[in-house]
């Protein structure tokens, strides 16, 4: 069973930073594609970001790119997700997800991820 903690969620000015860190159990997490999503209140879950079992591919949505950067260790089973220059816009919970299925490609489907950690709240104020 694959265990996901995500945490560093917090309220911050709009232009502020925050860095959340998801920490995973899985002794096999080096082989899993990881990503970032966000909820907001009244709305879809949606993709934020993700990267591959290797760090070397890294795709990001388009309203994030060139703010938000994510990155992993493998070695202490940790994805991370550095948010700059955040807006009012970007308050949700935030959740990481690992994709297990080893498709060679990185995916922004919900469903397409098998593990979730329990989110964290992000509030930035306008």
């Known amino acids: 069973q694959v265990q996901l903690v995500d945490s560093g969620g917090g309220l911050v000015q709009a232009g502020g930073s925050l860095r959340l860190s998801c920490a995973a159990s899985?002794?096999?997490?080096?082989?899993?594609?990881m990503g970032w999503f966000r909820q907001a209140p009244g709305k879809e879950r949606e993709f934020v970001a993700a990267?591959?079992?290797?760090?070397?591919?890294?795709y990001y949505a388009d309203s994030v790119k060139g703010r938000f950067t994510i990155s992993r260790d493998n070695a202490k089973k940790t994805v991370s997700l550095q948010m700059n220059s955040l807006k009012p816009e970007d308050t949700a919970v935030y959740y990481c997800?690992?994709?297990?299925?080893?498709?060679?490609?990185?995916?922004?489907?919900?469903?397409?991820?098998?593990?979730w950690g329990q989110g964290t709240q992000v509030t930035v104020s306008a």
């Open positions: 997800a690992a994709d297990s299925s080893r498709r060679g490609g990185l995916t922004t489907l919900t469903y397409e991820y098998d593990y």
């Open positions: 899985a002794r096999t997490f080096s082989t899993y594609a």
């Open positions: 990267i591959s079992w290797s760090g070397d591919r890294i």
